[in-house]
């Protein structure tokens, strides 16, 4: 048995996501059709879908921050709800004790509350990497949750804590507006795509580079002077902050928060959600996100055994198509191009 | 004293219910490197299998006193699972951990809904029935007999493991196996038939873990997932892939459990993770990590 800070098996044939698929132009302008079609979805869709849609937000949010750590560091997160946990939780105390009404200083605090709870677990997770990264998070995330369900003078315990509808840029409230298919919506919207864009700024620049770098040969790294603990505790950081504001979010769209949300079984699905759009691809696990979620209205109002069918799915992803979604898209949007 | 011995003797039966478990987890980790998240739920398999194969035994007319050996035979069939699990692990033995922890989750999903798909929502029990076996009066603590059945039980398999692994050829190969693989192979031995032996041992120690709980509890549908992270402690406690790591983990959890429910419920799960965190901070490898099986 090796150290647990060396690879122990062999790496996976599946290219990380710094490849070239299609074209920068025809690849922009998709997602800005993707943009325009989100935002014309609430004059479409039903109520029913809009606000199943709403955790998508907080989720895509999430996703984009769980994948810099996994698809650009190579770190699996077994433990990643801790965070959206966090920032949700954060959320219901600073509106129920704090008196707090208004969103923006609602996710800066959410979020400075994820970053306080990052730091001491950063330092201790990021000297791990594989199995025991996984599993100490794991860890973490499962302390939370006992917390939030044992202390229920604090947390309310399993019966969880009810969410206000907070006041949008100092002056949208709910009076007389359909406030989550309306402006949560849009807001929420917004917020992704700022989120992606400062993501997308950070995997491309030369921290971004060098987290690669630190994933794929982290001796080499180390040799030519980057510190590797530290770059990944950077990464860990900036993944926590985004999963303190996608708590916030889904606690807002929810209009509850409750322990399940910390529940190891809640970060293995982040996980499932990552790869089932493809953590090769920048934009992969929004994609994923918004699969996962429709998938799983279908098939539940189909069959109750939704994790069932959920199961064989990821079965299938893992050991057929590790690129996921995006990944069998780009390879048959090449077939169709030749 | 009475109150001692009550909590030394309960600290030891859910020791030697976790010990099975987490043995299991060790087993298949240890040779074939793949952490498989779902010990808990063939735990939770036993339990309802094992239920289910008493109640429907006694009402057969069997002789009740013979249930214990029906609980273990229980968890002995259930082994047919290994080899088709086995088979669906087999095309990531070379990937990376990531997907390893993955596919064992999709393995997690599938049969907790299988599960519920054959036994319901509805909790599962043998009664009273374990209490034919009558009770003993150890220094002015009343112990059921059946614990003290399932605590020689787990200890008798421990020895027998410890056995296997240190006495036998087959133990050597096992041990060889999870040091290097291809040297094994290269060897002349046949590392895949190794495999679904290893594996399906596995299921059947979590299984055999899982039917022996039932009769002083009654199953209930989270109790899989609910018993992964208890045994995901033993086990990081004790150090990946070691048995005598999951014996002392088990001890160590067993006993946290136990004392925190006594004196303040509240903290039970927290005690545990933190003495999780303590451990991988201070040992990173556990108590015993490094061993091999």
Not at chain 2, 51 to 70: H, K, S
Not at chain 2, 241 to 268: C, D, F, K, Q, W
Request: with cysteine; aromatic share 12%; charged share 10%.
């Amino acid at each position: 048995m090796s150290t647990p800070t060396e690879r122990t098996t062999g790496s996976t044939e599946v290219k990380h996501p710094d490849g070239k698929g299609i074209g920068l132009w025809l690849k922009l302008a998709l997602v800005l059709l993707g943009i325009v079609l989100l935002a014309l979805l609430p004059q479409v869709l039903s109520r029913y879908y809009i606000i199943l849609m709403m955790p998508f937000f907080a989720y895509s949010i999430a996703l984009l921050g769980l994948n810099l750590l996994f698809g650009y560091t190579g770190l699996i997160s077994f433990g990643h709800a801790l965070f959206i946990g966090v920032g949700a939780y954060s959320a219901a105390f600073l509106m129920r004790d704090g008196g707090l009404e208004y969103m923006e200083p609602l996710i800066l605090l959410s979020v400075l509350g994820a970053v306080i709870v990052a730091v001491p677990v950063g330092l201790l997770a990021v000297r791990y990497i594989g199995i025991y990264f996984g599993l100490l998070t794991l860890a973490f995330g499962m302390l939370f949750y006992s917390f939030l369900l044992k202390f229920y003078s604090i947390t309310s315990g399993d019966q969880g804590i009810r969410v206000e509808k907070p006041i949008l840029l100092g002056f949208i409230d709910t009076t007389g507006i359909d406030y989550l298919t309306g402006p949560f919506y849009y807001y929420c919207l917004g917020l992704l795509v700022v989120m992606a864009l400062v993501m997308w700024r950070i995997v491309k620049s030369p921290f971004g580079l060098t987290l690669r770098c630190v994933r794929d040969n982290s001796v080499k790294a180390e040799s030519l002077g980057i510190g590797v603990y530290r770059y990944r505790f950077y990464a860990f950081l900036i993944s926590a902050i985004y999963g303190g504001v996608a708590g916030v979010i889904l606690a807002v769209s929810v209009g509850q928060v409750d322990p399940t949300m910390s529940y190891w079984t809640s970060s293995g699905n982040l996980v499932f959600m990552t790869l089932l759009g493809g953590f090769t691809s920048f934009l992969g696990p929004i994609v994923g996100a918004g699969a996962f979620i429709l998938l799983q209205d279908q098939v539940m109002s189909l069959w109750e055994y939704w994790r069932l069918v959920f199961g064989a799915i990821l079965a299938l992803i893992v050991i057929f198509a590790p690129s996921g979604l995006m990944g069998l898209l780009t390879m048959g949007w090449k077939k169709v191009v030749r | 004293m009475g109150d001692v011995v009550s909590i030394l003797m309960s600290g030891l039966f859910s020791a030697a219910i976790l010990f099975l478990v987490a043995a299991g987890l060790q087993l298949v980790f240890g040779v074939m490197k793949i952490f498989n998240l779902a010990v808990g739920s063939f735990y939770a398999l036993g339990a309802f299998f094992g239920a289910t194969l008493v109640n429907w035994a006694v009402g057969e007319g069997l002789p009740q006193p013979l249930f214990f050996f029906g609980l273990l035979i229980a968890g002995i069939l259930l082994g047919v699972i290994g080899p088709v699990i086995e088979r669906l692990l087999r095309p990531i033995y070379d990937r990376d951990e990531a997907f390893q922890l993955l596919l064992t989750f999709a393995i997690v999903l599938m049969l907790e809904d299988i599960t519920m798909m054959i036994w319901g929502s509805q909790p599962r029990s043998t009664g009273s029935l374990y209490l034919i076996y009558g009770t003993v009066n150890l220094l002015g603590a009343t112990v059921p007999v059946y614990n003290l059945l399932v605590i020689a039980a787990a200890g008798t398999i421990a020895v027998g493991i410890g056995l296997l692994l240190s006495r036998t050829a087959f133990g050597r190969v096992l041990r060889a196996a999870a040091d290097k693989r291809e040297m094994v192979q290269s060897l002349g031995v046949n590392t895949r038939r190794l495999y679904v032996i290893v594996f399906s041992l596995g299921v059947v120690l979590s299984t055999i873990g899982g039917a022996l709980v039932i009769p002083v509890t009654a199953t209930m549908s989270e109790m899989g997932v609910e018993l992964i992270v208890e045994a995901f402690a033993v086990v990081v406690i004790g150090g990946l892939g070691s048995m005598r790591g999951a014996l002392v983990g088990a001890l160590v959890v067993g006993y946290v459990t136990t004392l925190s429910i006594n004196y303040y419920p509240p903290i039970e799960m927290l005690v545990i993770y933190l003495v999780v965190i303590v451990v991988l901070v201070i040992k990173p490898r556990g108590l015993f990590g490094g061993e091999t099986a």
